[in-house]
């Protein structure tokens, strides 16, 4: 018989080396019961190569099995299971919601949503996401891991040049110079923020032009999230000089401590998950995306220094990378900026999803007293 790791090709699921595999995840393979209907599992804890352990059990109902993982995998209890229960899925994304499904590969995010693993920097992964809402084409992309800590990385050729430039004209009539509002941020962390972006922006939604139609059913294909989950896009430019100093894309609590609505969705474990950056514009010099915090390293004093791994602006490239861990809790070491652009003009889209949709609780029921957010400010 196959070993369960031939049977399940675990290989594109653990991470090389357990140094830097992210909290919340783990794999397993479940082989189909025996004579005696019981099923062999395999649990890789924590995605680490070395952290296995094998069990057999009579799977008898989905729950049974979910409270069984949650002790061999030691899962901490986490109070935003309640809004958004661990996810475990197959390796194409699809949730495990019966009992059937429980065989072959199957993947845990006990931050309850799917989080591309890293596997090491440089790795290669194939995937296919639907081209557009309209048509049945697929189109062929290739993740490669640029960091472990944050998950971040690389996709060429995520849009054509054609569709990058129709989509600079729509943006282009609406920028404006990019504004910070920081009146609820505690002294000290308003003086931190001025001069942080000094680009212009513009906002566009999804439904303006069927390129960024298209572009927003590839990202919600390509991250496994809802479209519902994501946000207006927001255009950046990037004139020579102009840069985008380091910050989380999280929000911090400390920012919204005068916003009891959004403090309270925090509470609840609903923040920003991934962010995809898409470069529109070739730049001859400058306006790299810059992490400077990697593998928890220290944040660098001037948050205008631009070091650390970074994606150079190239048409049609996207950046893709995690804010929170897998387990739903934020990486400090997502910190990231914009270089300089020295030479040439850049133009981004950035696409923002979140893990959760408002608890329903925290929706406002009525406009008086319902603060405009300024969330998209401190980004
Ligand atoms: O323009 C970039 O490269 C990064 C922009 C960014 O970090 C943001 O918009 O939040
Ligand atoms: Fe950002």
Redesign the pocket.
């Known amino acids: 018989r196959p070993s369960a790791a031939a049977r399940c090709a675990v290989d594109l699921w653990l991470y090389e080396s357990a140094e830097w595999a992210p909290p919340g995840y783990h794999v397993l393979c479940i082989s189909d019961p025996d004579s005696s209907s019981s099923s062999t599992v395999n649990l890789w804890r924590g995605g680490h190569p070395d952290e296995k352990s094998t069990w057999q059990t009579k799977i008898k109902s989905l729950s049974g099995f979910r409270k069984q993982l949650e002790k061999r995998a030691k899962m901490e209890q986490q109070e935003m299971w309640e809004f958004l229960p661990w996810l475990l899925s197959d390796a194409s994304g699809v949730p495990v919601t019966t009992v059937s499904a429980l065989r072959g590969l199957l993947l845990v995010f006990e931050g309850g949503r799917w989080v591309w693993p890293g596997i090491r920097e440089g790795f290669v992964r194939q995937l296919q996401v639907p081209s557009s809402d309209t048509s049945q084409e697929l189109l062929n992309l290739t993740l490669k891991t640029l960091t472990l800590d944050p998950l971040a990385f690389i996709i060429e050729d995520f849009f054509d040049k054609p569709s990058a430039q129709r989509m600079i004209d729509l943006a282009e009539p609406k920028l404006k110079p990019a504004e910070i509002l920081t009146e609820d941020a505690p002294q000290e962390r308003k003086e931190e923020l001025v001069d942080v972006r000094t680009?212009w922006e513009a906002w566009l939604s999804p439904s303006d032009g069927p390129d960024l139609g298209d572009v927003a059913v590839r990202t919600a294909a390509l991250v496994r999230v809802p479209r519902e989950l994501q946000e207006p896009f927001?255009v950046?430019r990037?004139l020579p000089g102009q840069h985008?100093a380091a910050?989380t894309?999280y929000y911090e609590p400390e920012d919204f401590q005068n916003q009891p609505e959004v403090s309270n969705e925090l509470q609840h474990g609903r923040n920003w998950l991934v962010?995809v950056?898409l470069y529109l514009s070739n730049v001859a010099k400058g306006?790299?995306?810059y992490f400077p915090s990697t593998y928890g390293r220290e944040l660098p004093s001037d948050v205008l220094k631009c070091e650390g791994p970074s994606v150079k602006?190239r048409r049609g490239r996207a950046l893709l990378f995690y804010s929170l861990h897998p387990n739903g809790t934020p990486n400090l070491s997502s910190m990231?900026?914009?270089c300089k652009v020295e030479k040439g003009v850049?133009y981004?889209i950035?696409i923002w999803t979140f893990n959760q949709l408002k608890p329903e609780a925290t929706t406002p029921k009525k406009g008086k007293g319902h603060r405009k957010r300024k969330s998209e400010e401190l980004?």
Request: hydrophobic share 20%; charged share 20%.
């Open positions: 680009c927001r950046l990037y985008f910050h894309d962010t950056y306006g790299a995306t602006p990231h900026g914009a850049k981004t950035n980004r």
